[in-house]
């Protein structure tokens, strides 16, 4: 092995601290070295957050892993948050779905159980958005992180400063096991330079899901430094603007494969460091309306007809912040009034994390969501919808991850209103 | 007989018939509907992926750029050489991304199977392989295909 370990790193790997943590450490130097680390750094965040979050019934070989960790005495040496639950009663599903469900997660309870005991920092720390005030697991700027699920990362690297690359699902355990992780891509300081300059020319706001799947499918796994959006988002990094960067980052995840973006004049690093931020000979990228609307008009629709009537509209994912959450009662409010209808003509699910769900069970605006018809969860959206039975369901989102890896067809936020309103017809 | 010598990632040897996917391949995506329904030919459920779409990935030599999709995608490589489901070899055009490398180096660590993968293989490599070509894979990163 040619990476270059401290005494205490090589004492892990020669199998001091236990052979299951050598065979952490293992991996992780494995991995590292494949990307060219010359040494592992500590991991300064005070907690980490995992991606794998569900109970599924064939991931077997996880939970087994998850065990070995265990009896080995390898758990994690920081506290974590987790994924969201892949269950809720209170989404609607028919008796079979029940059945399904019942068997596709029969492993829940125990896998909770395994979180519990490896490290998890709350009863209810699952969600993907972790960096939620609510929620409480704020990395700081400059932090390495070793945490998966994409859009918690491309959010932690973009908008907080954090530095973190694009873990897999155990690895990120591994990391938090040991205490480092190796030290290449987005956190070095070469690997957070761009090489894509994405000049935005929209004559309006874009809607913040569409211009991150078009910057994710053009630039895939590198990075973007945006330019032209301080006209629709200012210079200041309010609530609205942080809840805009999640989603447009969320998207740029999930429809290409970015770690980190930097938005000029507005993104910790972009604000401090401006061009000198960009790599040279970077590509160029130019997103004026047209562009946004071919990208839209590029989704597939996987319903198998194509004209179904929705059964089911999902908005959350990632989960809803608690300022969108009041956003969405007072639109959406405003629309069923201009419609003539108290309640949602399509049975809706807005998710959130349990910690944001809670202080807003306590407000008004979740008493109205109710009374218009519209369900309040923490469910992961995406795991509801990954069987045959939900994913032959047509159900409708302004979510593009959701519609990225589920059947789900994607609408614009104002469409999605639109049609619970009943206004707009498929 | 083409050859190709790309880099060592997981050492091994193996010969397989070609699955080539010149998108990228969405290992969640790919594997999801196999994994939960007991498939053991592994046959791909990634419909936005028509190349390798309903084709079995077990066993075969997986040709590819890059992975792409979930953070969970190199748990869920795991998962499929843990239960035997995996790919006999996988082999990238480009330098392996994050997900693919934890799922090859996981796979190797933390299981008995053999899934050698080699990476950095060229453009030229996805342009020259086609699906069914036999493809002999050595030790040292040499890729044959015929």
């Known amino acids: ?426 | 007989m083409t050859i190709f010598k790309g880099r060592v990632v997981v050492a091994g040897t193996t010969s397989a018939e070609a699955l080539v996917s010149t998108a990228g391949f969405n290992t969640l995506a790919s594997y999801q509907k196999s994994l939960m329904f007991g498939d053991k030919k592994a046959k791909c459920s990634d419909q936005n992926n028509p190349e390798i779409f309903e084709k079995a990935m077990a066993g075969k030599a997986l040709c590819l750029p890059q992975t792409i999709g979930s953070t969970t995608g190199g748990m869920v490589l795991y998962c499929a050489a843990a239960l035997e489901r995996q790919p006999a070899c996988l082999l990238f055009s480009k330098p392996i991304d994050s997900l693919a490398a934890a799922g090859a180096i996981l796979a190797s660590i933390w299981t008995d199977e053999n899934m050698p993968t080699i990476d950095s293989l060229g453009d030229e490599f996805l342009e020259a392989v086609k699906t069914g070509d036999t493809i002999t894979v050595e030790e040292d990163g040499t890729v044959k295909v015929e």
């Open chain 1, 1 to 426: 092995m040619s990476m270059k370990l401290t005494g205490a790193e090589q004492a892990i790997l020669d199998g001091d601290l236990g052979e299951v943590k050598a065979k952490v450490m293992k991996t992780l130097v494995l991995y590292g070295e494949t990307f060219g680390a010359e040494k592992m750094v500590p991991i300064t965040s005070q907690y980490g957050h995992l991606v794998t979050s569900f109970g599924l019934s064939v991931m077997k070989p996880v939970y087994e892993l998850m065990d070995q960790l265990i009896e080995g005495g390898a758990l994690s040496g920081q506290l974590f948050s987790v994924d969201p639950w892949p269950l809720d009663k209170n989404v609607p599903s028919n008796f079979i779905q029940n059945i399904l469900f019942k068997v596709m997660y029969s492993n829940q309870t125990d896998y909770d159980k395994q979180l519990k005991k490896l490290g998890i920092m709350k009863d209810n720390a699952y969600t993907c958005t972790c960096y939620m005030e609510e929620v409480g697991n704020i990395p700081e700027m400059g932090d390495i992180l070793s945490w998966a699920e994409s859009s918690a990362v491309v959010y932690a690297n973009s908008v907080l400063g954090a530095r973190c690359n694009r873990n897999s699902g155990i690895l990120e355990l591994f990391g938090s096991i040991v205490g480092r992780v190796p030290y290449f891509g987005l956190l070095t300081d070469e690997g957070r330079k761009a090489t894509w300059k994405v000049l935005v020319k929209t004559t309006k706001k874009p809607e913040a899901q569409v211009l991150g799947s078009a910057i994710g499918m053009k630039v895939m796994e590198e990075v973007p430094y945006i330019q032209g959006m301080n006209q629709w988002l200012g210079d200041e990094l309010t609530q609205e603007v942080k809840d805009y960067l999640k989603d447009m980052g969320a998207a740029t995840a999930s429809n290409g494969a970015v770690g980190l973006y930097h938005v000029e004049g507005l993104t910790p690093e972009a604000a401090q460091m401006g061009e000198s931020l960009i790599a040279e000979n970077a590509q160029v990228y130019v997103i004026d309306d047209a562009e946004l609307e071919r990208v839209k008009k590029s989704y597939p629709v996987m319903w198998k007809n194509k004209k179904a009537s929705p059964k089911l509209c999902f908005v959350g994912c990632p989960h809803l912040s608690y300022a969108q959450l009041d956003d969405w009662a007072l639109k959406l409010e405003e629309s069923l009034e201009k419609a003539g209808r108290t309640t949602v003509d399509i049975p809706t699910v807005f998710t959130t994390s349990p910690a944001v769900l809670e202080k807003f069970e306590q407000s008004e605006n979740a008493t109205k969501l109710k009374d218009m018809g519209v369900v309040l969860s923490s469910i992961c959206p995406l795991m509801y919808m990954n069987n045959p039975l939900c994913g032959k369901m047509p159900v409708i989102t302004s979510s593009n991850k959701l519609r990225t890896y589920t059947t789900a067809k994607y609408y614009t936020n104002d469409e999605i209103l639109s049609l619970l309103s009943g206004k707009e017809r498929l």
